[in-house]
Structure formats: C-alpha cells, structure tokens
C-alpha cells in the first residue's frame, strides 16, 4: 500500500515537473507585444538625413565614405533594415549627403573632396526615376556661386515658387571658421546670385572650440515660420549642439536682415546622450507626429564615433520647435504613429547551450540579459511565430565592452541554416545599442539562434516586426 501510494505520488511529481518545464519552455517561446522602442535606429553613422516622401516611404542617407549611400524603408524606425542602393561618386571624404525631390525628379546634393579637406566643395546629381532605388543617377557637377570657396552641407530651400541653397562654407581659403551662407538658385544644380552670410559663430557655446563652426543646416518650416536649425561647438566633443535661426516665408531671403539667430542652443547634451546634433526633419507613418532624426556621440567624449537616434517634438506658440532633451536612452520611448507593432523576444527567456547563460543587466529591458555566448558551442536560441510571410527586421539591443575591437560579431542563423555575422558595435557594457538583420520568413514557426562569433557580444532582447 505504501509502495503503491509512493508510485502514485512520484508519477504525479514527475508529471508536475513535466509540466513546469512545458511551461517554461511555453515562457521561452512566447513574444510580448510592444509599441514602443529604445531610440537608436542606426548603431554607426553620422549626418542623417531622411525624407518621407509622397509615395509613403522614408529615404535616408548619412556620411559613408566614398560613396552615397541610400536606403528605402516603409517605417522610420526600421531604416537599418531597409533596402539600400551604392551611388558612386568619383570623389573622397563624401559628406553630408541629402536626397530630395524637386521639379518632378529626385536630387542628391553632397560635399566631396580630392583627398585635401581644402579641396571639399558642393555636387549634385540627378535621378528622373519616380523610384530613387532604381534608373540613373546623372553628375550634374559642382555646385557653386562665383567664389568658389570651401563648402559642405549643402540643403535646398523651397518657399514661394523661390528655390534657395543654404550650406556651411570659408569666408576666404583658409581655415577660419565656417559661416552659413545663401544663395538663389536658377534651377535644382545652379546657383544664379551672390552667397550671402546669415550667421557665423559669435555665442560662447558657438566658439568654445576651434576652428568655430556653424554647419549643417536644415530647414523645417511651420506656418510662415522658417526654423532653420543648425549645429555648432566642435563636432569631436559633447559640446556639439542645435542652434536655431528664423526667418519669415515673406521676407528677403537673401538679406542677412531677414535672419535672426537664437542666444542659446535649441538640443544639447543630456541625459546621458552627448554632442546631439546634424538633425534632419520628417513625420510619423500616418503624419500625425513630428520626428527629429540626429546623430550623437556612442559614449562619453567618443568624438566622431557616432550613432543615430530619433525622438518626437513639439512646436512652441510662435511656430519654433520644442525638442526638450535628447531622452534617457535606458527608457523606451512610444513608437512612431501608424507603426506596426513589434513581437519583443527577451534575452533571458532563451534556450541556453554549451557555457552561455543568462545574467542580471541594471539597463536592460527585464532584469537579465542573454550574456556570456563566450565560447565555442556557446549559444542562446528562441522558438518564433511568424503570422504572415513577408519581410521582417530583426532588431536587437545589443552590448559590446570587448577590450581593442571596435565590432563584436554573434552568429546569427534561423532554422539551422547557414550563419551569418550579426554585428555589434562597441559602446561598452551596460552601454546597450541597436544591432539588425533583414530577414526573409515564411509564416510559422522558427528557430532563431545567436552563437559565438568574433570577440564578445550580449542580447538585452529582440524584436520582430514586418517591414514589408
């Protein structure tokens, strides 16, 4: 009888663990549904441009190199992720590049050099493709007024039926400073007037390091209000900052008059977020919110060693922008209106392999972290749902503190299918930036597992969202 009461109570403790563990692996596999994100979109790069376009998606480029890079995405968040096209363009040191649409066809303008910063002046080039992704991207040459001088970050100004060019130039040939200037334009790559100088840095915050700088222009304009928003202070420093200067719709453009140039900046450091600056402007998916989209600093005094980030704005009664701080980057922030939601995987709720296992994280989304994939045979793995087949971003907050390696790799494959480099920049431990992958699923069920690569990487948690 004892024995028989003794086989009855193990069958039931072993049915019990049974189920526990179905449970936990239930736990493991589940995703939260989230609608809101940490706030870096791009964990490498600087000078962001992006424009959302008629057709209702966003175009983005930002310095890469030799090249103009652009990318094609349906969601601003979802940029990394997106569809991209390499644009050459025969020169070096390319910056600061911005697509635009004008007259019926698309513009690139870029600053480029010969391999001497001296030589850096302004280009476009020309697309007449309704898609920017496809057809031919035309040289249309430099464009420049008749002194010639330095110039870089160059942004065309439409108002009244006017096209202006605003960008950041030497008053002479050397070195100086640098002072923004206007000018009127014929067409989309022709400058027909004199440059004319709106601002150059005067406030302390301006020239508290030299060469004092005013770059980067970029036009928003609400009601007859043109905010022109700029940065100043040394872009290789958390001084970096915004600056505003205004003007109206009505007024002559072409007069220094027309101008006015605010005391102090408009978005600097805070938070724990430094040298925010070189924004651009766009809106939510449905229209509905304003986003400013700016490059800041990986860390603390990281000089040019820059990420992207975005957060909505407000407008102030006298049609100026109110962008507050840059926010906590340990706090998720709404995702833009009109988004598709996202299936958010923690990293702790993973299947373990070989040495890797979980570990508490103080910044991290729970209290853990997928960490410690240090060795080979080391991975963490997650069992997905995918409702529809379709295109998806796999977006990851990811952690690098690898000691002399600026990129960390995991190996990222989805059902036992070839691995792929999965990269992570090196911002530090506890420092959590944005690593994606572009993933093709078909609906149904997936494996997707992160294994050790190249130095040391760890996951606070991804999340899957259908870019297209």
């Given at each position: 009888m004892n024995s028989r009461r003794l086989m009855i109570k193990g069958g039931f403790l072993f049915l019990l663990f049974t189920l526990l563990m179905s449970t936990s692996i239930s736990m493991a596999s589940a995703a939260s549904v989230q609608k809101q994100f940490y706030n870096v979109i791009m964990q490498d790069g600087a000078d962001p441009w992006m424009y959302k376009h008629t057709d209702g998606f966003y175009y983005f480029t930002k310095t890469t190199?030799?090249?103009?890079?652009?990318?094609?995405?349906?969601?601003?968040t979802g940029i990394d992720a997106a569809e991209k096209r390499e644009i050459t363009t025969g020169g070096q040191n390319v910056w600061a590049p911005e697509i635009h649409f004008l007259n019926g066809a698309w513009y690139i303008y870029y600053a480029k050099d010969d391999g001497d910063n001296a030589n850096h002046r302004m280009y476009v080039m020309q697309n007449t493709s309704s898609n920017p992704m496809q057809g031919t991207w035309v040289d249309k040459g430099q464009i420049t007024d008749t002194t010639n001088r330095w110039a870089i970050d160059g942004t065309p100004l439409s108002v009244n039926g006017q096209l202006y060019f605003i960008w950041s130039g030497w008053e002479g040939t050397d070195n100086v400073r640098q002072n923004l200037y206007i000018a009127h334009m014929s067409n989309p790559w022709t400058i027909d007037s004199a440059r004319v100088e709106i601002a150059r840095p005067t406030y302390a915050w301006e020239t508290?390091?030299?060469?004092n700088v005013n770059e980067g222009p970029q036009v928003v304009i609400k009601n007859?209000?043109?905010n022109l928003i700029y940065s100043a202070s040394g872009s290789w420093t958390n001084d970096y900052a915004l600056g505003l200067i205004t003007a109206q719709t009505n007024s002559n453009l072409l007069s220094p008059s027309a101008w006015s140039k605010r005391a102090q900046p408009v978005f600097s450091s805070a938070n724990g977020v430094y040298g925010p600056g070189h924004a651009s402007f766009t809106t939510s998916p449905d229209g509905k919110e304003d986003w400013i989209v700016y490059h800041a600093a990986k860390f603390n005094n990281s000089g040019w060693n820059r990420e992207?980030?975005?957060?909505?704005?407000?407008?102030n009664t006298d049609?100026?922008?109110?962008?507050?701080?840059?926010?906590?980057?340990?706090?998720?922030?709404?995702?833009?209106s009109g988004e598709p939601e996202?299936?958010?995987?923690?990293g702790e709720q993973?299947?373990?392999?070989?040495?890797?296992?979980?570990?508490?994280?103080?910044?991290?989304?729970?209290?853990?972290?997928a960490g410690h994939i240090d060795t080979t045979g080391s991975y963490v793995q997650y069992s997905v749902n995918v409702p529809t087949t379709g295109t998806y971003m796999l977006a990851a907050r990811t952690g690098n503190g690898t000691d002399g390696l600026d990129w960390s790799t995991l190996r990222l494959s989805v059902d036992s299918n070839n691995a792929t480099d999965f990269f992570i920049t090196n911002k530090g431990w506890e420092n959590w930036g944005l690593s994606t992958q572009r993933l093709s699923l078909t609906a149904g069920n997936h494996t997707i597992r992160f294994s050790k690569g190249n130095g040391y990487g760890e996951l606070d948690f991804f999340d899957l969202v259908r870019i297209q």
């Open positions: 190199g030799n090249n103009v890079t652009i990318w094609k995405s349906s969601t601003l508290n390091h030299q060469p007859n209000n043109i992207i980030r975005t957060q909505k704005f407000s407008w049609n100026t922008p109110q962008f507050g701080q840059p926010l906590n980057p340990n706090v998720q922030i709404a995702i833009p996202r299936n958010r995987y923690e993973g299947t373990f392999g070989g040495a890797a296992y979980a570990s508490s994280s103080p910044n991290g989304s729970g209290s853990s972290k």
